[in-house]
């Protein structure tokens, strides 16, 4: 593969309310075992994008964590490799990363080292399975300057919290507008971008001279008329988890069996980080229906269409209904979850009932399950 990759993953976003407090978003647990980011990382190996760079920064710790190997994602190697970078103060800079632009010229001399011609600019918070290849194809045959991956939403769906986009017959951006008020397209930016390496370092070093630090405002947008911008569209599952109910709504889509073949069951596979557990013990008189219950997990209740996390436990007489419950949860007997999602360690505790009457209802339990 022609081209070094960078995957954005340092930004906090407050639409997620609680769940973001102690993690970053690429960081969310997605389908039972997997990261958000896990899904951009499997994209660039099964492209063989040899060289990925994470930036990370906000609630670092446990996306850190988990990128402590590169070997789950075949990034073990001796020419390429992953590099997670996170804000480093300097003589010269004392800030931390300030916008998406930022991140990356504070971190140019990865770029500027780097031999690939092409650079795949991609967020870390995204569900999709995509060939940077064919992306890449597309891009040289256009003779563009920037390639912007797009896709039409649905009727219906909520285009204010993206990026919306005009072309013209030829694909090529007119109009780019991010995070409208009034959305005047159904057409969305997906925070892919293949662009020259030589390109980028120009456009950023610029934008830092005139103390700008946005990619999209403060490049995308600025330069639509200056430079040739083009828009690339897929029709293949792609959702954003950006919100608590983007996020809710993208994990139940594994519920649906096109969904979770795709990921699970269709070549190119998605990697992860392995954890030794051993599998789930169903204990006499527990029902699941429809339901995704990963490694590690107890059950002794009934578990209906949701998602359970890694080393869940359910008590006796529990019942939990469309919900999503995340790892190492323990929930005690005669529990009632439903439209809820449980934060991660949680002691939920006996003979108690969360429904999420309004929307979805995130459960944060301030119980100090272990001894200090």
Same mark, same amino acid.
């Given at each position: ?5 960078? $995957?954005?993953?340092?930004?906090? +976003?407050?639409?997620?309310? %609680?769940?973001? /407090? ?42 850190? =964590? !988990? ?6 994602? *075949? ?10 970078? &996170? ?32 650079? $795949?600019?991609?967020?870390? #918070? ?30 219906? %769906?909520?285009? /204010? ?6 072309? *013209? ?30 390109? @980028? ?8 001279? =005139?103390?700008? !630090? ?38 139940? #889509? ?14 190119? =596979? ?19 229906? +429809? ?12 578990? =209906? +269409?949701?998602? @359970? ?18 790892? #190492? ?5 005669? &529990?009632?979850?439903?439209?809820? $999602? ?31």
């Amino acid at each position: 593969m022609r081209a070094v990759g960078i $995957i954005l993953a340092g930004g906090n +976003n407050r639409k997620m309310q %609680e769940l973001t /407090t102690k993690r970053a978003v690429a960081a969310m647990p997605v389908a039972g075992s997997y990261r958000a980011i896990d899904f951009a990382l499997s994209n660039m190996t099964n492209s063989h994008v040899q060289k990925v760079a994470v930036l990370t920064q906000y609630n670092a710790r446990s996306l850190n =964590e !988990h990128l402590n190997s590169s070997k789950w994602w *075949n990034f073990g190697r001796k020419q390429g490799g992953l590099y997670v970078f &996170t804000p480093t103060i300097t003589s010269d800079n004392g800030y931390w990363y300030r916008g998406t632009a930022d991140a990356i010229y504070q971190n140019l001399d990865f770029l500027k080292r780097c031999h690939e011609p092409y650079v $795949i600019i991609t967020s870390g #918070d995204a569900v999709y399975k995509m060939d940077y290849n064919k992306v890449l194809e597309y891009h040289i045959a256009k003779k563009a300057d920037i390639t912007v991956v797009c896709k039409e939403l649905e009727a219906g %769906e909520d285009a /204010t919290r993206f990026g919306t986009i005009r072309m *013209n017959e030829s694909a090529r951006i007119e109009e780019f507008e991010e995070k409208p008020m009034v959305a005047n397209s159904n057409t969305i930016s997906t925070g892919i971008y293949v662009i020259r390496r030589r390109q @980028l370092i120009d456009l950023v070093e610029h934008c830092a001279e =005139e103390d700008r !630090h946005d990619f999209v405002t403060d490049i995308l947008i600025r330069y639509k008329n200056l430079k040739k911008i083009y828009g690339y569209k897929i029709n293949s599952y792609w959702s954003n988890i950006s919100t608590v109910d983007a996020y809710y709504q993208t994990n139940m #889509d594994f519920l649906k069996p096109e969904v979770r073949n795709y990921f699970f069951k269709d070549l190119p =596979e998605v990697y992860s980080k392995v954890g030794d557990l051993p599998p789930v013990k169903y204990n006499e008189g527990s029902v699941v229906k +429809n339901s995704l219950i990963a490694s590690g997990s107890i059950i002794n209740g009934t578990v =209906e +269409n949701s998602i @359970l996390f890694k080393k869940t436990f359910v008590g006796n007489n529990c019942v939990i209904k469309n919900s999503i419950i995340l790892n #190492d949860v323990y929930l005690g007997d005669n &529990t009632y979850i439903e439209n809820c $999602i449980v934060e991660s360690r949680d002691t939920i505790r006996a003979n108690t009932r969360h429904v999420g009457e309004n929307g979805v209802k995130v459960v944060i339990e301030k119980n100090e399950r272990y001894a200090v």
